[in-house]
């Protein structure tokens, strides 16, 4: 198979199988590991597939930003469960950073009767959810995401980098075990990284169709969390492979 032959081969492949591993190609066509993997560097290159470790995945695999609007009802009684194990994890007089999202939003409705927080967040909603609340309520300040309502941009980095908290809830796109956690944005994974720095430790807070899914930019590997909560309806395969490599918790039904 001549070198254009194969790219266009390959480029099919992906696009009907969503993902192609190098060693399996490099075997199927006889040709070595090296050669396949400039392929696909260069099918990247032209935007036809995205690069992994080990492979390549169809552009039309990552997940895209969800307007608020269409999210709020998507997955609610998981989300719910999600928040109320988070709860156990939040403990008295803590610092807790909030991130921008649906499931960290039912959070927040669970800890606006309390009293004794400090929560800090980057998303309108949550701090408009925490109006009336006795804890001590810190919006990071930022341009506002239209229709999202998320906070980002250098006023939210300048706060977020001279910040620290207990413990930080990290809204999740997009979770790969090869990837990590991956956000649909550049400016998006920025704010959840400097979050992360800024916190002792990290929850990942992902209802289970968050699982096995890639969005455009790296957020963190799961090496860099303390452990992700999710609700008790994810495939038992999917516990199975996460569970050999980082904690999880399942929420479930009320």
């Known amino acids: 198979m001549l070198p254009l032959e194969r790219k266009k081969w390959l480029e099919k492949q992906v696009t009907r199988n969503k993902k192609v591993d190098i060693e399996e190609i490099s075997k199927m066509l006889n040709v070595s590991s090296m050669t396949i993997r400039r392929d696909l560097t260069e099918l990247e290159r032209k935007g036809k597939v995205i690069r992994t470790h080990g ?82 309520v810190i919006v990071t300040g930022g341009e506002l995401q239209q229709g999202i309502g998320a906070l980002y941009g250098a006023a ?22 090869e990837r990590g956690v991956t956000a649909p944005t550049f400016d998006k994974s920025l704010i959840k990284q400097l979050m992360v720095n800024a916190s002792e430790k990290t929850w990942v807070l992902a209802d289970h169709s968050k699982f096995n899914v890639k969005a455009f930019s790296s957020v963190c590997d799961l090496t860099e969390i303390k452990g992700i909560v999710t609700d008790s309806n994810i495939e038992p395969g999917v516990v199975k492979e996460y569970s050999s490599k980082i904690q999880m918790l399942f929420g479930g039904k009320a």
Do not use: C
């Open 55 to 136: 492979g390549a995945v169809s552009v039309d695999s990552l997940t895209e930003e969800v307007p608020y609007s269409s999210k709020i009802s998507k997955n609610n009684a998981e989300k719910k469960a999600v928040a109320r194990k988070a709860l156990s994890l939040v403990k008295e007089n803590s610092t807790i950073i909030l991130d921008s999202g649906t499931t960290t939003l039912e959070l927040a409705k669970l800890l606006k009767d309390r009293s004794d927080l400090t929560v800090v967040t980057n998303d309108i909603t949550i701090a408009n959810e925490l109006l009336d609340s006795s804890n001590k």
């Open 156 to 177: 939210t980095q300048n706060m977020l980098s001279v910040i620290h908290a207990d413990i930080f809830f990290l809204g999740a796109h997009a979770i790969d075990l």
